[in-house]
């Protein structure tokens, strides 16, 4: 699948039970845009989660960490409205021995990526958050 909003490859995968609550819709799965971090639905994922570190080094090499890192960052464009999920997903990554706001830095400094989204300032928002 090819993302709808750029047209660069996507990397799908099943979203494990524990976060199913924190997304929109009731697909099981999301695929992921490996160019603009658009998080879009995805009916049949595979089981197995990608190796995020695909998209950019600067996302967790720890599954555990990766995983509710890339679904924070999908739904920061509507922080507004997913501001309680994104809180538990800040949790989440952080207690699987991440740091997300440095993460979202070094996402928002990555040259490969073209991403929508002012990182820089969701990063100083999520900061009132924590």
Known sequence: ????????????????????????????????CTHCLAMHPAAEPPQEPPDFQQISDALPSNREAALPMVLLV???????LYRAEISDLLGAVERAGADPLLVLDRLAHDP???????????????????
Not at 74 to 80: K, Q, V
Not at 112 to 130: H, K, N, Y
């Open 1 to 32: 699948m090819d993302c709808p909003d750029c047209g660069s490859e996507t990397l799908a995968f099943a979203v494990p039970e524990q976060y199913r609550d924190s997304l929109p819709g009731t697909e099981i799965g999301v695929a992921l």
């Open 74 to 80: 999908g739904l920061l464009p509507n922080l507004a």
């Open 112 to 130: 490969q990526l073209d991403i929508e989204t002012d990182l820089a300032g969701r990063r100083r928002q999520l900061e009132q958050l924590i």
